[in-house]
């Protein structure tokens, strides 16, 4: 029971009003005075005669005009509207003790945390976003900041406020950390951020021990300052692996900068890379080249297995001392990058086959990370196609959808010749086409790669033995050829030539449905 007393400013008349209470055995909770001529009276529910009785008590004291019930103390309706307020909020916002415990989790933090709040109250902020250090930021200066974590594979932008409050002496003390988490790219804080950070592995996301063994290599080469070589098929992430490496490198405040061997001419490509002289190109001050423009910093050669021979003379001389000739200049100068260089070729082969320069490749050659074809690490799967999922749900504003075993099972028997890439792009296709709450194998359409029948029911043994195994590799490869849709992938998957691959499908006169 909580009681509203309108009366004057009268000296005694708050103890008259204990008193009363007193008299009536009745355990006074709360007591709040507003200075404009109200107190306010927390007390246990009493039956109504004893209520109706003690109303007119209370009235019938000196001074006080009137008496009514109300719902809540200032206090309490104070705090149950900032609760409410806090709690239905759209972005997630936590408030953490100074131990670095959550007492506080909205609705849209504890969705985000995939969390109860049974859960999530009480646990170490560290322990729910393992990138944020709270331990680390409380020995530095505590005051406001802002940071990148990532939350299940996603960038999320957060920010740190200290709260203080004023104590009687009018010291300002610290009591809690309130934490708010955007999704990267929201508000106007985001010019705020730093556009390079400590992350980078966190996005990777894998349980296979090829993918752990991987991250581990990957971690302890990014230190070092040697070029790094970086293998793998279309669409495992080859860019992104030479960003991490970047971003965990003492390089990582720099820039990093990505060249496309492949798609520039050797007349652009070699401006672009070194720059031009004052006066060359009618341009006055002249211009600078992508290792003048990362000095300091990466530069990543993408798919420098396709660099033309007359760049590959270049490079070897920036790889050798760091020299470089700007075009038309004559004095050479010095470039502090280092060189990643990404390929989906065989570097070896190609170098042996007189393709690429053997003294460059012994350069690139020193440090290498090889990326495994996700049809070579199946039980990854399954979280990548959760981060997937939780990737594209957000920026499509869907409710995420469930998924069973049985599509997680399909999927990792299918091959992904495109690999991640591929996964990612049919899992956002699959979300703007299926209809309910759970994705089913369905809605990816993955390409079919039935079985090849081994019965000689289903053969022709008609004619020589000759003509019966051209009839059954045509069969097998007309199947293949439906999950591996280029000469070069299906060569790879049969661990074959690609000239012996391109030749069979010539003639059997094979093509893509």
Known sequence: MRLQVLCEDRLGLTRELLELLTARSLDLRGIEIDPVGIIYLNCPDIDFDTFRDLMAEIRRIDGVKDVRKIQFMPSERHNNELISLLTNLPYPVLSIDLKGAVDIANHAALKLLAKTEQEAVGQQISSLIPSFNFAKWMEGEVSRQQSTVVIDGIDHKMDILPVYITNHSDEAVLTSIVVSVYPKGAGKTSDMLPDSHALGFEHFVG??????????????????????????????????????????????????????????????????????????????????????????????????????????IKMLRLLQDGRFRRVGEEHEMQADVRIIASTRHNLAQLAEAGQF????????????????????????????????????????????????????????????????????????????????????????????????????????????????????????????????PSSRKLAKRLNVSHTSIANKLRDYNIRKN
């Open 207 to 312: 349980i296979s021990n090829k993918h752990k063994a991987l991250i581990s290599q990957a971690k302890k080469l990014a230190l070092l300052d040697q070029p790094l070589l970086i293998t793998g098929d279309t669409g495992t992430g080859k860019e992104m692996l030479a960003r991490a490496c970047h971003t965990r490198s003492s390089r990582a405040e720099h820039p990093f900068l990505v060249v496309s061997c492949a798609s520039m001419p050797d007349d652009v490509a070699e401006t672009e890379l070194f720059g031009h002289a004052p006066g060359s190109f009618n341009h006055e001050h002249g211009h600078k080249g992508i290792f003048e423009q990362a000095n300091g910093g990466t530069v990543l050669l993408d798919e420098i297995g396709e660099m033309s021979p007359h760049l590959q």
């Open 357 to 484: 320069r053997e003294d460059l490749f012994y350069r690139l050659n020193v440090l290498t990370l090889n990326i495994p074809p996700l049809c070579e690490r199946s039980s990854d799967i399954a979280p990548l196609l959760e981060l997937f999922i939780t990737k594209h749900s957000h920026h499509l504003g869907l409710t995420k959808p469930s998924f069973d075993e049985e599509l997680v099972k399909e999927l990792s028997q299918y091959a992904w010749p495109g690999n991640m890439r591929q996964l990612d792009n049919m899992v956002l296709r699959a979300l703007t086409q299926f209809t309910g709450h759970e994705l089913k194998s369905k809605d990816f359409n993955l390409p079919r790669l039935d079985a090849v029948s081994s019965s000689s029911a289903a053969l022709n043994l008609e004619g020589s033995l000759d003509d019966i195994m051209k009839e059954y590799e045509s069969k097998v490869l007309e199947k293949l050829y439906q999950a591996f």
